[in-house]
């Protein structure tokens, strides 16, 4: 068998923390990985947060970040131990022979310099081509990879390009001195899903073209699947399972996996719609003060009693914004909405105090939706004693039961947010908001910053606690694995506007329209070759026309 | 028009209408505090017939935003008016002073700021090392004392137990610039000190700041030697911070002049301010104050421009 | 948290400054504005510290002088803390005109610097205790309206807080419950840092013949009475000089420490 490019054997890294108050502590991240990567061959790294896989992909260089030092194992490239090299050993390893793709190209870019001069960087400081021969390949990649006005595209600053195309161009800075591998660590997570895929199938065939192997970088199985020849999966550091990219998709032998490739399975029925309403918004427009812009414009939907809408969009669609309307945050210019029979105030500090009870909130992060310096018998018996006037032992008695109906149980009422973990954090914020006995909850992207696994561990809470609250959610969310495991309808926002808008299988049903088309065909599908299909699919729709 | 340009005019336009506020506070405020100027002048057993015709004589019986607007139209035109206690014309005397207070803040910035970039570069560069938390520990004690007290130490070491200069600091037109020299160093030492330690500490953050964002591990992911991350990368994003520190330090040794100079007997405008603060000569004391306070936004306005351009964001819009 | 070194040292040395300040008339050797020797004697074992221009104990001075000093200084700190942080609160969660209105009154204020503002001022008013106070906190207030509001603002906007508005908490509530608690660390350090702000201050007026008055005795007062010996080789004047470094750099060292402890908001008890 000829020399793997990369072999990493028995790699152990630790670092040292320092929580505040305490002692330094040294601790491990990964403990003692191995595995080989052929020349030309993609290795997906999988892994929930935590899970060490960008630590290991940086491991490839040699590369500890903020305090991460490797502790034990060996890291050949090419035949070589890497992490027996010298400084200068080490940039030539840097740049000629491997190069890295960051999640947010937009930080990693110099604001002060052009694209094209960062993109050429290493091949004219390590002497690698000239100027006109390194310029030549840069244009290449940039037409390669789909990106507008290849010619003039380097001359651009970062901050006067879109996000996608940031990301393509790191691509292209990654590929521009012909390494050997290519680090990718979550180039896609921070991209809207429609703008996702088409970054994604630039840089699946920009991979095909150069023959350049890669070590791909996410927490999105599905996304890693279209790109990776081999995937190994990991978990709190341990590899789990490795295994060829079918192998894993369609036969994973290890629970973890299994659970990691059902994920989001989770079987919905569909409830009728019923004559009355929870909450209806009519013609609903909205913009910020200052601003000569409508943000929502026109929005009227419905939602039921013990139902959840969801409502779905990409950044800058207005989701948001919707929420911030229904609270009475940010003040509509023109429309009503109804909520249990009666008008709301279109101001929050005019609403009566059962209006504001009955309409609770659940927010994307956690962490700052608590307040830091409260307790968690604080956080949830503060609606209790506002809106009841709950004290003494009946306060606690109903912080216990919430906590149970939340599957905390005791010994959490003395807890600080910051000694919970992410889940458990959203879990308390859910039960702040049952506390005041609402008819409807809004969750905005509730579940958008957790893991996988966590996140469905809430989407099930969810929708028990609606069998048994019998309370309606407006589900705010953009992610449409989410929508299909939860919703009863579903409104589709595009630039303030819905879209599109009725019952979840009316509107995941053709006839659709051009944009829930391109939403909907843009979720990655957890099977090899889904890529493939749609790439192919849009081809021959855009030849058609 | 480009948005650089317009940014930069608002920006002017702003500092002249601060300006403009400062010295309408300047006087207007201070007229507006108890206290009697015809009376300062006269003395407590002055004679009511004696305050009533000063009064008149000065104009103080007009009505305050008159007399702010003439005093205004004198400032425009650089006619200040006469001091109070010896009637000798104010524009005069600042002219004679303020090159001297220039001459010595000059002497004081020309050393300091590149000491303090050399050495806030090398604090940032072994952060957390023995060469920057040496020089941290003595930044913190400089930092910690006032001017004038920073100088008597000076003073005591460098006049008595090393005698290497004189405790006084006298210059005078038809010296040599030499001789200037010497007779400032003292005065500028301390003026060093003191500045050196602010300008230092931040130079120190804003570097540290740049080198912690993604670009700079980007370029080092690249195989980036670490002299060019810094003098390619770090450099260029950094030069807005720094000026911005350098200025601020600059408006700040405006106020350590004025005890410098106290200090060292040195005549220039700080010292003939603290004298008339002391006679309680007002029309003096305002004027002085609206120079020192137009100097000190004048500096102000220039970091903001400099930021201006150093922000490639404004420079190349989209 | 344990205290580091240079925090034991910060806080044993200003916790000094402050009892002797406290015990003055008990532990100073000699009264205040005694002559009892010759001019500019050298330490000894009856004057520890020598004697200054007129002759008077300068260890006897310095205690008494570091009354007024850290008194003044804490008043007037004192007040700029309470005047900053009560505006800077209120200009963060009120908004609007509120808010723009006290910010450009602060700004105009800080477009001077505070010491020759307050040369300009102190040329008008009389020279007396009150006025100090008042002119010093006043002027050094701006600096904590702005961190108050910049603190503030930047917990106003978290979700906590927004959570609690919508539960239709009083402005109470929002001010003392929610954003107090999460404020205070910052502030408790800057209380250190405008301290020595004002200790330094009053001691630069008092040196420039401009703060505390004759026959009160302050730290920089006594720099300048006793400047004049310094040509003759006497060192009286640096012994005032010393006390004023010695307390500013303890209390910076406790803030310091103070500042270190807590830059994180995570909870926790002994948070």
């Known amino acids: 068998m000829a020399e793997p490019l990369l072999d990493v054997r028995n790699l152990k890294i630790g670092a040292t923390v320092y929580p505040p108050g305490e002692p330094p502590e040294d601790i491990t991240i990964v403990h003692g990985v191995s595995f080989t990567l052929e020349k030309g061959k993609v290795l997906g790294l999988i892994g929930e947060s935590g899970a060490g896989k960008s630590t290991i992909g940086l491991s490839s260089m040699a590369f500890g970040r903020g305090g991460v030092r490797i502790t034990g194992g060996e890291v050949f490239v090419n035949g070589r131990d890497i992490l027996k090299l010298d400084h200068g050993g080490l940039r030539k390893l840097r740049g000629d022979e491997v190069t890295y793709v960051a999640q947010s190209a937009a930080a990693s870019f110099n604001p002060a310099k052009t694209l094209m001069e960062q993109v050429i960087e290493t091949c004219l400081l390590h002497g690698l081509c000239d100027r006109a021969e390194a310029e030549k390949r840069a244009v290449t990649f940039f037409r390669k990879l789909g990106l507008p006005n290849p010619e003039t595209f380097g001359n651009r600053y970062p901050h006067q390009v879109s996000g996608g195309q940031l990301q393509r161009a790191m691509t292209a800075m990654a590929l521009c001195p012909k390494p050997d591998l290519v680090v990718f660590d979550e180039p896609t997570t921070a991209l809207d899903v429609t703008t996702q895929i088409d970054v994604l199938a630039a840089i699946k065939e920009a991979i095909r073209d150069t023959g350049v192997a890669a070590l791909y970088i996410t927490h999105d199985l599905a996304v890693v699947a279209q790109v990776a020849d081999h995937i190994m999966v990991l978990r709190h550091g341990k590899k789990v399972e490795y295994g060829t990219t079918k192998q894993i998709i369609e036969d994973p032998h290890e629970d973890y996996t299994k659970a990691l490739v059902s994920v989001r399975s989770i079987e919905h029925e569909e409830k009728r719609p019923t004559p009355a309403p929870v909450l209806k918004i009519e013609n609903v427009t909205a913009r910020y003060r200052g601003t000569n812009f409508d943000v929502l414009k026109n929005i009227s939907v419905d939602l039921h009693p013990g139902q959840t809408l969801a409502v779905v969009g990409e950044s800058g669609s207005g989701k948001s914004t919707l929420a911030r309307v229904i609270t009475g945050l940010l003040p509509p210019s023109a429309g009503r909405i109804t909520f249990a029979g009666r008008e709301l105030s279109r101001e929050q500090t005019a609403r009566k105090r059962d209006d504001l009870r009955e309409l609770q909130m659940i927010y994307q992060m956690a962490d700052v939706a608590m307040n830091p310096r409260h307790t968690v018998g604080t956080i949830i018996g503060r609606p209790l004693e506002f809106y009841f006037g709950l004290k003494g032992d009946a306060k606690k008695k109903r912080i216990q039961e919430l906590l149970d109906e939340i599957e905390m149980g005791k010994g959490f009422i003395d807890r600080y947010p910051a000694e919970l973990s992410g889940g458990q954090k959203q879990r308390v914020c859910i039960a702040r908001a049952l506390a005041a006995k609402p008819k409807m909850i809004i969750c905005d992207e509730v579940t958008s910053a957790l893991d996988p696994l966590v996140a469905d561990g809430i989407l099930k809470l969810l929708l028990n606690l609606q069998k048994i609250e019998h309370v309606a959610y407006l589900f705010i969310t953009h992610d449409l694995a989410t929508v299909k495991a939860i919703a009863d309808s579903i409104a589709v926002m595009y630039r303030g506007q819905v879209v599109r808008y009725g019952s979840k299988s009316d509107v995941l049903a053709p006839p659709f329209d051009d944009y829930t088309d391109l939403l909907l065909s843009s979720v990655p599908e957890m099977r090899l070759g889904w890529l493939e299909e749609v790439i192919a699919h849009r081809k021959m729709e855009s030849a058609g026309n | 028009m480009h948005p650089l340009l317009k940014l930069v005019i608002q920006r002017l336009a702003l500092g002249f209408l601060l300006l403009l506020v400062v010295s309408a506070v300047i006087f207007l405020g201070v007229e507006a505090l108890p206290g009697d100027t015809a009376q300062a002048i006269l003395g407590q057993s002055a004679t009511p017939q004696a305050l009533a015709n000063l009064r008149e004589q000065m104009g103080l019986n007009d009505p305050p935003l008159t007399r702010y607007f003439d005093w205004l139209g004198g400032v425009m035109t650089g006619d200040l008016g006469k001091s109070l206690t010896n009637g000798a014309d104010i524009a005069q005397a600042i002219g004679q002073r303020l090159g001297n207070t220039l001459f010595l803040a000059a002497c004081a910035a020309v050393i300091s700021v590149p000491l303090a970039l050399i050495l806030g570069l090398i604090a940032a560069r072994y952060a957390g090392k023995w060469p920057d938390k040496v020089i941290s520990a003595i930044t913190l004690t400089t930092i910690s004392l006032p001017e004038f007290v920073a100088a008597y130490f000076v003073i005591y070491l460098l006049t008595q137990v090393i005698p290497l200069f004189q405790p006084v600091a006298m210059v005078f037109p038809g010296m040599s610039f030499g001789a200037k020299l010497h007779a400032v160093a003292l005065p500028v030492i301390v003026l060093v000190m003191v500045v050196l330690a602010h300008m230092m500490r931040m130079t120190r953050a804003a570097i540290l700041n740049v080198m912690q964002s993604a670009y700079i591990e980007t370029a080092e992911l690249k195989g980036v030697r670490p002299m060019q991350i810094i003098w390619r990368h770090a450099f260029p994003n950094a030069i807005a911070p720094i000026v911005s520190v350098v200025v601020l330090n600059l408006a700040y040794l405006v106020v350590g002049v004025v005890v410098v100079e106290v200090v060292f007997g040195y005549n220039a405008l700080g010292q003939f301010l603290v004298d008339h603060v002391t006679k309680r000569d007002l029309p003096v004391v305002q004027a002085v104050g609206l120079v020192f306070a137009g100097v000190y936004i004048m500096l102000n306005i220039l970091a903001d421009v400099i930021a201006i351009f150093a922000n490639p964001r404004l420079r190349h819009p989209k | ?271």
Do not use: H
């Open chain 3, 1 to 271: 948290m344990k205290l580091t070194l240079s925090a034991t040292i910060g806080i044993c040395l200003t916790a000094l400054f402050v009892l002797s300040a406290i015990f003055a008339p008990w532990i100073a050797p000699y009264p205040l504005d005694l002559a009892v020797g010759g001019v500019w004697e050298d330490p000894s074992s009856q004057y520890w510290l020598g004697t200054d221009t007129i002759g008077r104990d300068i260890l006897s001075r310095l205690i008494y002088g570091g009354q007024i000093t850290i008194f003044v200084a804490l008043a007037s700190s004192l007040l700029a803390f309470s005047l900053g942080a009560f505006f800077g609160f209120l200009a963060a969660v009120k908004g609007g005109w509120t808010d723009q209105i006290l910010s450009r009154i602060v700004d105009m204020m800080m477009a001077i610097p505070s010491l020759i503002v307050a040369l300009v001022i102190l040329s008008v008013l009389p020279l007396n205790l009150t006025v100090l106070i008042f002119v010093m906190g006043i002027l050094d207030s701006t600096r904590v309206f702005r961190l108050a509001r910049a603190v503030a603002m930047d917990i106003a906007v978290m979700d906590y807080v927004e959570a609690a508005k919508l539960r239709g908490e009083g402005q109470g509530w929002v001010i003392f419950r929610e954003i107090l608690p999460n404020a205070l660390s910052p502030l408790v350090a800057e209380f250190g840092l405008r301290f020595i702000f004002a200790v330094l201050f009053i001691s630069t007026l008092s040196f420039l013949g401009l703060g505390i008055q004759p026959p009160l005795a302050d730290w920089g007062g006594m720099v300048k009475e006793n400047k004049d010996g310094l040509i003759y080789g006497k060192a009286a004047a640096l012994m005032p000089a010393a006390a004023i470094a010695a307390l500013a750099i303890s209390v910076n060292l406790v803030a310091d420490w103070v500042l270190g402890r807590t830059t994180s908001l995570k909870g926790g008890r002994g948070g």
